[in-house]
Nanobody
Framework: QVQLVESGGGLVQAGGSLRLSCAAS????????VGWFRQTPGKEREFVAY????????DYTTSVKGRFTISRDNAKNTVYLQMNSLKPEDAAVYYC?????????????????WGQGTQVTVSS
């Protein structure tokens, strides 16, 4: 099992940047793929970014490509989401999620473990 804690959210003006962190417990973190999802009230949880166990494979939802970058440092048991050129529509609660076996990585149903979420607010 693995436990996840997100941090780094906050208030930022449109065009600004934030870096979210997902800190994980567990000796086998390097065997877990990780996804970032976001959710606003009344809407379904939306896939944002994915990274494979080694970091060798990544993917993003179309709306954030070129602006967001996911990375991981397995030695620190941490996954990051660098968010640049933020837009008001990026505002949401951001969650990281993990599983040791992920096929359809863009589906929240593929992940067993979730953090508590961190709020990102973007002002215009």
């Amino acid at each position: 099992q693995v436990q996840l804690v997100e941090s780094g959210g906050g208030l930022v003006q449109a065009g600004g940047s934030l870096r979210l962190s997902c800190a994980a417990s567990g000796r086998t973190f390097s065997t877990y793929a990780v996804g970032w999802f976001r959710q606003t009230p009344g809407k379904e949880r939306e896939f944002v970014a994915y990274i494979s166990t080694s970091g060798g494979s990544t993917d993003y939802t179309t709306s954030v490509k070129g602006r967001f970058t996911i990375s991981r440092d397995n030695a620190k048991n941490t996954v990051y989401l660098q968010m640049n050129s933020l837009k008001p529509e990026d505002a949401a609660v951001y969650y990281c999620a993990a599983n040791n076996l992920v096929g359809t990585y863009y589906s929240h149903w593929s992940y067993n473990y979730w953090g508590q979420g961190t709020q990102v607010t973007v002002s215009s």
